[in-house]
């Protein structure tokens, strides 16, 4: 499918604020409710808009250090990936998980109170998971928001 200039208007608009409602985005972009709920619907039957989503600030919620790790898994084939990725994602402070391609099997996006909570999910949490291997961290220090490949802000 193809996709015009309102319908790109309205996924940045969208993306921006996804509590919106289609008459208040319509507003926006001259459109009618009606019209713009419409052209939403589409979007979301043709899996371009997959879900919202409501983003919490992690260090307003008591979460100050944001740590990525590189997971090498220890023994491919005696630990299945799915048997890692169900333990991980059990794991609450971990906020998402990537299968890669590279020097690490995973990409994880852990979140902690500070470095000592981070340790102690680290080695009881993390070094614990089936197949665990190779861990390599980096805190995050900080973030910028750039714009997509759409121009739609990340």
């Known amino acids: 499918m193809t996709w015009d200039a309102i319908d790109m208007a309205i996924l940045k608009a969208l993306?921006?604020?996804a509590a919106q409602s289609a008459g208040r985005v319509g507003r926006k972009l001259g459109l009618s409710?009606?019209?713009?709920w419409r052209r939403i619907q589409k979007l979301q039957a043709a899996g371009v808009i997959k879900g919202r989503r409501l983003k919490l600030d992690a260090e307003k919620l008591g979460f100050g250090?944001?740590?990525?790790?590189?997971?090498?898994l220890a023994t491919k084939?005696?630990?299945?990936?799915?048997?890692?990725?169900?333990?991980?994602?059990?794991i609450p402070e971990v906020q998402t998980v990537e299968h890669v391609l590279g020097l690490y099997d995973y990409r994880?996006?852990?979140?902690?109170?500070?470095?000592?909570?981070?340790?102690?999910i680290l080695r009881r949490r993390i070094m614990t998971l089936p197949g665990a291997g190779q861990v390599e961290a980096n805190v995050l220090l900080s973030e910028e928001r750039l714009d997509g490949p759409l121009g739609i802000p990340k």
């Open 65 to 72: 250090v944001t740590v990525f790790l590189g997971v090498k």
């Open 15 to 17: 993306h921006a604020d």
């Open 108 to 120: 994880l996006r852990v979140v902690a109170r500070d470095l000592s909570d981070f340790e102690r």
């Open 77 to 90: 084939g005696r630990v299945s990936l799915e048997d890692f990725e169900r333990a991980v994602t059990a």
């Open 33 to 36: 409710q009606p019209a713009t």
